[in-house]
Structure formats: structure tokens, C-alpha cells
């Protein structure tokens, strides 16, 4: 059961452009993390997030949970080719021993 | 930093074989770590937990007898997947956490492993 919906898949956009990508779900998580995977190599933190509508700005990156802590959201402003690669958003269930459940990812594409 | 080794970073076997990918946290000791499976360009599907000094626990569909989990010590965890079919070609990548930083703390990743069944 896929429990974090995240939209869109895929993304390929202009230098210069603001994007925003989704990650939604029907379960409450205790913390939701943000990772960007580069190809060949494991996902690295981007941010976590853990207080219902908490905003985390990370230079040209937003990111926001949910009031209610179902849902998050990351905006770039500005989009750069070096921010190409995958995003993974992560849900981590309260009392669930520890582990991640993670979205469908983004695969993000900046041409210059 | 905390850093998780994982190795091979690539593997080609005939179908039939059994291949191990060993998952060592360097600088850190890990008593639970965690397997994924990636296809390309989708997302980490968690195969497994694998628990230091007891049974591994595995997700639903997983097959226990087909990926075999030994965590013998506090910092090296083995995926062993066994009688490999070309199916079984993908990413396979572990992670682990920092012990003592809270449930919210950030999962590091190795940097995986390719796993091409021919």
C-alpha cells in the first residue's frame, strides 16, 4: 500500500522557473523528510519537518508540512541546473520502529 | 559525519547464483538498518529491517528465503540474495540512523548497489 502520494513524477523545466512538488498522504506522520538522490548514489537530507505548518527555507528551497501533518510541499524558486535529480519525500510513522515510507519521487530536470 | 558504506557498488551474477551486499555504518553503530529496492528513476521501495542480534523483519511480499538478512554485529549488516533471477536486477540500497538522536533524526544512505542477474 502506497501511503505518500507524491506529484508531479516528473518534471522538466527552464532555467529561472519556480516549481513546487507535492507529497500527500491519508496517514498523520510524526516527521515528514525531504532527500535529493543524485544517480548511482543513496538519497541525502534535504529537511525535516515535524510541527503541523512548520516552514523550513533552505536558500532557494521551501519546504512545508501540513497543518495537519498528512501532506508537504517543496517550492524552488529559481530553478538551477544543479538542482537537477531526484526528490524523494518520507514519512515516518509514529511507533513504527523507525522506518520510512517513502513517496513515488520527482524527477526534476533544469535545462539552462 | 555518519557515514554507511555499502559494497559492492556493482555486481553482475548468473542467474541461479547467490550474491552479498555487505551495508557497514564506518563511524557509528547501528543496531537496526534498513534495505531498499530501487528501480530506475522510481522511488525506494523497504524491503526489510534488519535488527542487530535477532530475526529481521521483512515488508509484506518480501520473501524471507529469497533475501536473506544477517546483522552479526552492531555496525555490518549482509543482504544475500539468493538464486538470483534477472528479475532480481536493481538498486539495492541500506541505510541506518544515528543512535541517541531521536525518532526525527535523518536516515544516511549508502551509496548502493547495482545488481545485474544476466
Known amino acids: 500500500t502506497q501511503l505518500l502520494e507524491q506529484s508531479p513524477q516528473f518534471l522538466s523545466i527552464q532555467e529561472g522557473e519556480n516549481l513546487t512538488v507535492y507529497c500527500n498522504s491519508s496517514?498523520?506522520?510524526?516527521?515528514l523528510q525531504w532527500y535529493r538522490q543524485e544517480p548511482g548514489e543513496g538519497p541525502v537530507l534535504l529537511v525535516t519537518?515535524?510541527?503541523?505548518?512548520e516552514v523550513k527555507k533552505l536558500k532557494r528551497l521551501t519546504f512545508q508540512f501540513g497543518d495537519a501533518r498528512k501532506d508537504s510541499s517543496l517550492h524552488i524558486t529559481a530553478a538551477q541546473p544543479g538542482d537537477t535529480g531526484l526528490y524523494l519525500c518520507a514519512g515516518s510513522i509514529s511507533g513504527n520502529t523507525g522506518k520510512l515510507i517513502f513517496g513515488q519521487g520527482t524527477t526534476l530536470q533544469v535545462k539552462p | 559525519g555518519a557515514v554507511v558504506s555499502q559494497h559492492p557498488s556493482w555486481v553482475i551474477c548468473k542467474s541461479g547464483t547467490s550474491v552479498k551486499i555487505e551495508c557497514r555504518s564506518l563511524?557509528?553503530?547501528?543496531?537496526?538498518m534498513f534495505w531498499y529496492r530501487q528501480f530506475p528513476k522510481q522511488s525506494l521501495m523497504l524491503m526489510a529491517t534488519s535488527n542487530e542480534g535477532s530475526k529481521a523483519t521483512y515488508e509484506q511480499g518480501v520473501e524471507k528465503d529469497k533475501f536473506l538478512i544477517n546483522h552479526a554485529s552492531l555496525t555490518l549488516s549482509t543482504l544475500t540474495v539468493t538464486s538470483a533471477h534477472p528479475e532480481d536486477s536493481s538498486f539495492y540500497i541500506c541505510?541506518?540512523?544515528?543512535?541517541?538522536?531521536?525518532?526525527?533524526?535523518?536516515?544516511?544512505f549508502g551509496n548502493g548497489t547495482r545488481l545485474t542477474v544476466t
Open positions: 519537518v515535524v510541527t503541523g505548518g
Open positions: 563511524d557509528f553503530q547501528a543496531t537496526t
Open positions: 496517514s498523520v506522520f510524526s516527521s
Open positions: 541505510s541506518a540512523r544515528v543512535p541517541g538522536q531521536g525518532e526525527h533524526s535523518p536516515l544516511h
